[in-house]
């Protein structure tokens, strides 16, 4: 397959004027920079995805529903859950519509399956360690194109649409071509079983020459990104080709505990000529597993077939294909793939500034990995009936609402309203908004939809064009914040809800904060520093809507936003810094062996913090900096205090995996972490330290190789830290207002709020990182910080940038705000 360009020019001429090329052809191809295996492999283990950012490299569309791609099972599966399906080592079992991108535990889908196969000797069509194969060729992959080259000697060659999925399998050797289908396909967990998802049962019919299949898998979802019953996926495909012979095969279920099954070597499937095959009853007790296998004429060198999936019903499943694919030339669905990457994504940065190869391909791959999720399932709502958008694949909010959501809600207003109007139905019908969600269900997570809708709606998305009825919006935020979910008991935490909510809200609403957990008293809650500084922002979410939808709520949920406070210790002292993040027992009592270096055992479920440590969520108050910075000893206390976040061994080495990669206390690998390199933009004349970090991070942990994203990409949670970065702005989400940093190109053209336009230009890029002076909108800017306004009103805003490599106090204006500023004067 040529390059993009290439392709693109040669297909000009071959398919120009014929009926379906009626898509538009992008003048600046900026696809050609995506490189979609970016964050395929670990830092420090190449050729393995051990602790790799486990993205999703197949083809898909923006928010798309169907990412198709490979399904492996790695060499070393021990220390690796293909949470996206893939892996660049191992073997592949298949390929398959469904996948999610970027992060760790249990993997969700991997269904609707094929899988080419050369012979059929030695090969159980129930037991994929008999016909895996491995690759003989690196994969290659390409917006909207993947292809993989198998040791079988089959080449597949693929491309997607919003609910379909196009292959073409060349057969390279031999005589044989055969196309296993395995409704029973899906992604296992190797590392946590417990989470695993299930296959219950399937149904699968077939045409009369078989050229066709439809039909659905019953799946059971307990993974951590979604908690639910059985659920179906239904599923419909096409070959080009009429097999010779079809069989359809049923076979005993599997012990979902795999890889530890105590069963023995699988029992061998039972074909039938019939044309239909169903797994039995999926709802009591486990179905049998179901499948087919078609087999071409060796005549047939290059099969293909027309994949689509719907999670309403089969003939749906069906119609997409008609509707979506209307050729069986892959290239025309590849050039689509393209420009709508290019129209809805891509293009809506351009720089002239193409000086750094690498820079480039680091932004524009960036701002792929951000859009593969939530998936865009409107329509597709099997659960309810409803005019609202739907959207599934929330991966989650926790990890995307600061960079993330902000993004789309600056370049893609209206797709952020849609995401905002997906939450809040899902309120509607299910009582919580998700913060995980996936398979139509809630899953992990807490409460951070509040600050997704808060963000929207400081930034103008309740401007009716915007259709979010933000009467129920505010409801919905409010459910979070004093309705208390079921308790999960999930064996992580079983001290409240993990699923959604707010599982510590009992002690929210009671104590103001979230108590330590105490198995003897039966007191406190799982996570209690992280939930305390997590609903205190969640509550200053709900403040700032309040404010116009609920008056009388205002002041309530901004004093709830100084809960934070509560558990300060102001004795407490840790590198010579005093001052920090606590656990507090329900009855205000300390733990004295705690040290803030140290988030318990993994700083996961059951520890005091989640995915970041003490000394990180010490900074996570963005929306009430004054009170922070004078409860960390003032402005020139607060910055040594953050410089020793950035230095090299300072992090306590008896912390569990959770806290990521490097020495230094901050985590570029997590969430927690994000904001903190910008804080010195809130210390006068300091705003040039902020710039120092981003360029030292970005430098250090991202880069355009496979490995360039350091840790889980959480759904393009991390591409969108680096976009900012590289734009030069960091949004501090829930208020109206982004700091300056310093952009990476010496220009840069966003399109923003519809059809503005927000240019950022600088001179002396090459002399150095840091600012000189700075205009915005034309006006000398001497502030670190500036609103959505500047950036949005009118056709748009522009920022100059002066730069070069003195560190400058030219930031001597006021400083970025304190919207939340509440001092409830406890000395604890
Ligand atoms: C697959 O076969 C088709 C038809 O022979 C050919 O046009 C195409 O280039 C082949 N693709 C690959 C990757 O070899
Ligand atoms: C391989 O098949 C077994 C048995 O069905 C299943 O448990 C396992 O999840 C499959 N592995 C992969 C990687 O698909
Ligand atoms: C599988 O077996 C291994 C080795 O006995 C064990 O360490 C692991 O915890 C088991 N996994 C599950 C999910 O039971
Ligand atoms: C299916 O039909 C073929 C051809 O008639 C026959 O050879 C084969 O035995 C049949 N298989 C079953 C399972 O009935
Ligand atoms: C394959 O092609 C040859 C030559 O055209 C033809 O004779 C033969 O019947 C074909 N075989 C099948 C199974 O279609
Ligand atoms: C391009 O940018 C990358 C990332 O900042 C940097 O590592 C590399 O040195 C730059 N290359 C050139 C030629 O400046
Ligand atoms: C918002 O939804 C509620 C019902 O959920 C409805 O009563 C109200 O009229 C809606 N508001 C607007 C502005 O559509
Ligand atoms: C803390 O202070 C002691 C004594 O001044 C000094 O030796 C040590 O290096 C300091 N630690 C840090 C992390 O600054
Ligand atoms: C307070 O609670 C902690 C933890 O439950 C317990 O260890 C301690 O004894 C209690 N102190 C008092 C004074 O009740
Ligand atoms: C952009 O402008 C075009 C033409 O003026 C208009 O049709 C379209 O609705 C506008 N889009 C947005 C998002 O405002
Ligand atoms: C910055 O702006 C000031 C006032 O506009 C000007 O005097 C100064 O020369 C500028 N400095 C640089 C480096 O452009
Ligand atoms: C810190 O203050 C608490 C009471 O607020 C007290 O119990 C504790 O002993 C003090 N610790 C130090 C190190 O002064």
Known sequence: MPRPCSLLSFLLKVYFGLQYFIIGIPAKDVAQHVNPFIGTEGQGNPGTAIGGGNVFPGAALPFGVVKFGIDTTAFDWTNVDANAGYTPDGYVTGVSLLHESGTGGAPTYGFVHQMALSTLKNVNVLDNLTYMQERVEPDVASVGYFKTSLANGVIAELSATAHTGIIQYNFTSGDERHILVDVSHMLPSSGEAQHSQFYSSGFMARSPDGTRYQGYGVYRALTKWNVGPDASVYFCAEFNTAPLTVQLFSGEHTDPYWPNSTLPSFKPPVFTNASSISGGQAYCGYGRRVGGLFTFSPNATAVKSKLGVSFVDSDKACQYIASELPTWDLEPIVISAISQWNTGVLSKVTTTDKSNATLIEMLYSGLYKMHPMPSDRTGENPNWETDEPTYDDFYTLWDTFRCLNSYLVLTAPIRAAGIVRGLVDVWRWERFMPDARSGNYNGRGGSNADNV??????????????????????????????????????????????????????????????????????????????????????????????????????????????????????????????????????????????????????????????????????????????????????????????????????????????????????????????????????????????????????????????DGVPGNSDAGALESWMVWNLLGLYPVVTQPIYLILSPWFSDVTISVAGNKTLKITTEGLGKGPYIQNLTVNGEVWNKSWLTHDDLVSGVGGSIHFVLGSKQTEWDLGELPPSPGHVDLGIKN
């Open 453 to 706: 809708l808060a963000d929207a709606y400081v930034k103008g998305l309740f401007a009716p064009e915007y259709g979010i009825n933000w009467t129920d919006a505010y409801a919905a935020m409010k459910t979070n914040a004093e309705l208390v979910p079921y308790n999960t008991f999930d064996y992580g935490d079983p001290t409240g809800s993990v699923k959604e909510g707010r599982g510590a809200l009992p002690d929210w609403l009671n104590l103001g904060y979230v108590s330590m957990y105490d198995p003897v008293a039966g007191t406190g809650f799982g996570r209690c520093i992280s939930r305390t500084v997590e609903y205190s922002l969640n509550d200053f979410a709900l403040s700032q809507v309040a404010k116009d939808l609920s008056p009388g709520d205002h002041v309530k949920y901004l004093n709830r936003s100084a809960g934070w406070q509560k558990i300060w210790q102001h004795n407490l002292t840790s590198l010579n810094f005093t001052g920090f993040l606590a656990p507090l027992y329900a009855n205000g009592t300390r733990d004295s062996s705690y040290s803030p270096l140290n988030c318990g055992v993994w700083c996961s479920w059951s520890d005091v913090t989640y995915e970041g440590l003490p000394w990180e969520y010490s900074w996570t108050i963005p929306y009430d900096m004054s009170t922070l910075i004078s409860y960390m000893g003032g402005p020139s206390t607060t910055e040594s205090r953050l410089d020793a976040m950035f230095t090299p061994g300072l992090q306590d080495g008896s912390v569990g995996s959770g806290n990521g990669i490097g020495s230094a206390i901050f985590n570029p690998g997590n969430e927690p972490s994000f904001g903190t390199p910008f804080l010195y933009n809130y210390l006068p004349g300091r705003q040039w330290k902020s710039v120092m970090r981003s360029r030292e991070i970005v430098n250090q942990y991202y880069s355009n190789g496979r």
